[in-house]
């Protein structure tokens, strides 16, 4: 049994998105459904809908920044009941069994984690789609409890662009007086600021855009380095424990290596691919410093962060489309002309 959803899907790499209707299942004994009321707009969906990774089955139904109210539970559901404001991010399962599961790290499950869309559905084997669409239904370990006191539509782009800066942060110790960098001010860059901020952290931006500067100030940024000016990069060599690069395209970090501190680290949370140019190890040795990646985060790590902004009041800065400017939002995504998150507003997806 399943039910008929209207969604936007893409058809294939070049084509734009399009209305799509396609099926959900009924919920199983473990299942949530959720009415979509808000999706944000990763760069992460306009990668996989172009097929920028090489993996992308189509026809494809992005969204993994969704919020929603639920609507009905299976029989076993003890942790959620209609009504309740909920989210679900990039994973809808994982194997639940191998260490990493079993420590709360689902996000390197051995298996894989369950992409929300892309994906395949560990129980039916039947492709899964995302929040691009009216409603979903996901096993309830997978479903985030969202704090009623913060907006509701600019909570959703927490579910990826959130928990994805507020992981290496939290793994890498950040902490009150931490010296943090942070690549690229878009989705993923302006929760680094915001979130870094609020852990006690004395904040940098990194970016291309000098047009942002007062921008990044208001999100959090102590200071704003343009990382095109050699005078400003060569002020902060040495300064920083940690920084976070969020740009989506291969870019040359070689000058960003020396502004780590002795033991310092670099991480990776933008680009999926290989590094040009060729990267200098010169500074990691005398330095001993780091280059690293960071996935997402885990269940339990994504409601410790969801908490943790609904007792700060922190949500992301959005600006709220509707289903059919979805195409032209992504050529804005391409041209970094996002402040600093899209969100769809689920009541205007229409066939
Ligand atoms: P976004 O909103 O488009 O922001 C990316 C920012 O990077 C831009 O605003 C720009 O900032 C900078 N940038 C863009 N192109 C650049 C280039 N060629 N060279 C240097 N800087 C550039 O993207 P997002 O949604 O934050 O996502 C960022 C990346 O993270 C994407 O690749 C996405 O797939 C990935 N991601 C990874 C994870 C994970 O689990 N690791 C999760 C979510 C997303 P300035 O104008 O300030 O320079
Ligand atoms: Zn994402
Ligand atoms: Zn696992």
Redo the contacts with the bound molecule.
């Keep these: 049994m399943s039910i008929t959803v209207l969604g936007y899907a893409a058809q294939s790499n070049k084509a734009p998105l399009v209305p799509f209707h396609f099926e959900r299942r009924d919920p199983r004994p473990d299942d949530v459904a959720i009415e979509i009321l808000y999706c944000g707009?990763?760069?992460?969906?306009?990668?996989?809908a172009r097929n920028?990774w090489g993996y992308s089955q189509y026809p494809l139904v992005p969204g993994?920044e969704i919020i929603g109210r639920v609507t009905a539970v299976g029989a076993e559901v003890n942790k959620f009941k209609p009504g309740d404001l909920v989210g679900v991010g990039?994973m809808v399962d994982s194997c639940r069994e191998c260490s990493p599961c079993q420590h709360g790290l689902e996000?390197y499950c051995e298996q894989g984690f369950v992409q929300t869309y892309n994906g395949v559905d560990r129980h039916d084997h039947r492709p899964t789609f995302g929040g691009y669409s009216q409603s979903i239904v996901c096993t309830q370990d997978f479903v985030l409890r969202i704090p009623e006191n913060l907006d509701v539509k600019s909570v959703a782009p927490l579910l990826?662009?959130g928990?994805?800066t507020w992981?290496p942060l939290k793994h890498w110790g950040v902490t009150k007086g931490s010296k943090v960098a942070v690549?690229?001010?878009?989705?993923?860059?302006?929760?680094a600021l915001k979130l870094a901020h609020a852990l006690g952290a004395e904040v940098t931006?990194?970016?291309?855009?000098a047009a942002?500067e007062a921008d990044?100030r208001k999100l959090g940024a102590h200071h704003v380095v343009l990382?095109t000016d050699a005078g400003q990069m060569d002020a902060v060599k040495g300064k920083f424990s940690l920084i976070i690069d969020?740009?989506?395209?291969?870019?040359d970090i070689n000058a960003y290596m020396s502004t780590l501190t002795l033991d310092g680290t670099l991480v990776?949370?933008?680009?999926?691919g290989k590094i040009e140019p060729t990267m200098d190890t010169t500074p990691m040795l005398f330095g001993r410093r780091s280059v690293a990646?960071?996935?997402?985060?885990g269940i339990a790590e994504t409601q410790e962060m969801l908490d943790f902004c609904g007792e700060h009041n922190i949500t992301a800065d959005s600006e709220v489309i509707r289903m059919d400017e979805i195409n032209d939002a992504f050529e804005r995504?391409?041209k970094?002309d996002?402040k600093?998150?899209f969100v769809i507003d689920m009541k205007t997806l229409t066939a």
């Design positions: 707009v990763c760069h992460s969906d306009l990668h996989q920028d993994h990039c996000q990826c662009a928990i994805t992981s690549i690229g001010l878009g989705g993923l860059g302006h929760m931006l990194f970016t291309r855009s942002k990044a990382s969020t740009v989506p395209y291969t870019h990776f949370v933008g680009l999926v990646g960071s996935c997402i985060g995504l391409l970094s996002v600093y998150r």
